[in-house]
C-alpha cells in the first residue's frame, strides 16, 4: 500500500514537473515572438508611414495644377472675391490649416488668415523656395505638409 503511494505521488509529481515545464516553454517561447511580432508591427508602422506621405504628396501635385489654374483665372479676371470663396471652401472642406495666395511682389492678396493679407510671403517662406515654377511640397517642423504652388501669369 505504500508502495502505491510512492508510486502514485512520484507519477503526480513527475506529471506536475512535465506540465509546469511545458507551461514555462509556451510562456518563454509566446514571450520571444511576442518581441519578434511588436518590431515587425513597428517596421510595418514605419513603412505605412512612409508610403501614406508617398501618396499624400503625389495627391497634393495632382490637385495642385486644376486649383492653380482656378486661382490664375480669378486672378486674370481681378476677382478676388472668387478666390477668397476657393480658399475658404480649401481650408473647409479638407485638413488644410491656413491657404494664401501671393502676387508677383510676393505679397499676399488673399490668405484664409486675414492678418496675413497685405503682407509679404517671405515671412512665412524663404523667396528661394517661391520662385520655382514647379509645386513644391515640404515638411515641416510640425511633421506637416507645406505646399507651394506657383501661378504663373499672363
Same mark, same amino acid.
Given at each position: 500500500?505504500?508502495k502505491?503511494?510512492?508510486?502514485i505521488?512520484t507519477?503526480?509529481l @513527475?506529471?506536475l514537473i512535465v506540465g +509546469?515545464? +511545458?507551461?514555462l516553454?509556451h510562456?518563454?517561447? #509566446?514571450s520571444?515572438?511576442s518581441?519578434s511580432?511588436q518590431s515587425e508591427?513597428e517596421?510595418l508602422?514605419? /513603412?505605412?508611414?512612409a508610403?501614406?506621405k508617398?501618396?499624400t504628396?503625389? !495627391? @497634393?501635385?495632382?490637385?495642385s495644377?486644376?486649383?492653380s489654374?482656378a %486661382?490664375r483665372s480669378? #486672378? @486674370?479676371e481681378?476677382n478676388?472675391?472668387?478666390i477668397?470663396?476657393?480658399?475658404?471652401? @480649401?481650408v473647409q472642406?479638407?485638413?488644410?490649416?491656413?491657404?494664401?495666395?501671393a502676387?508677383a511682389?510676393n505679397?499676399?492678396?488673399? /490668405?484664409?488668415n486675414?492678418?496675413?493679407?497685405?503682407?509679404?510671403?517671405s515671412s512665412?517662406?524663404?523667396l528661394?523656395?517661391l520662385? /520655382?515654377d514647379?509645386t513644391t511640397i515640404? !515638411?515641416?517642423?510640425?511633421?506637416?505638409l507645406? %505646399?507651394?504652388?506657383? %501661378? %504663373?501669369?499672363?
Amino acid at each position: 500500500m505504500i508502495k502505491l503511494k510512492i508510486y502514485i505521488i512520484t507519477i503526480l509529481l @513527475l506529471l506536475l514537473i512535465v506540465g +509546469g515545464g +511545458g507551461y514555462l516553454y509556451h510562456f518563454l517561447t #509566446l514571450s520571444n515572438t511576442s518581441k519578434s511580432h511588436q518590431s515587425e508591427l513597428e517596421a510595418l508602422k514605419t /513603412s505605412q508611414k512612409a508610403k501614406l506621405k508617398e501618396l499624400t504628396e503625389q !495627391s @497634393l501635385q495632382s490637385f495642385s495644377m486644376p486649383f492653380s489654374w482656378a %486661382i490664375r483665372s480669378a #486672378l @486674370l479676371e481681378e476677382n478676388t472675391e472668387q478666390i477668397d470663396n476657393y480658399l475658404i471652401q @480649401l481650408v473647409q472642406n479638407s485638413d488644410f490649416q491656413v491657404a494664401s495666395v501671393a502676387g508677383a511682389d510676393n505679397i499676399i492678396l488673399a /490668405s484664409t488668415n486675414k492678418k496675413y493679407e497685405g503682407q509679404p510671403i517671405s515671412s512665412e517662406f524663404p523667396l528661394y523656395k517661391l520662385a /520655382s515654377d514647379t509645386t513644391t511640397i515640404e !515638411s515641416t517642423e510640425d511633421d506637416e505638409l507645406a %505646399i507651394i504652388v506657383p %501661378i %504663373i501669369e499672363a
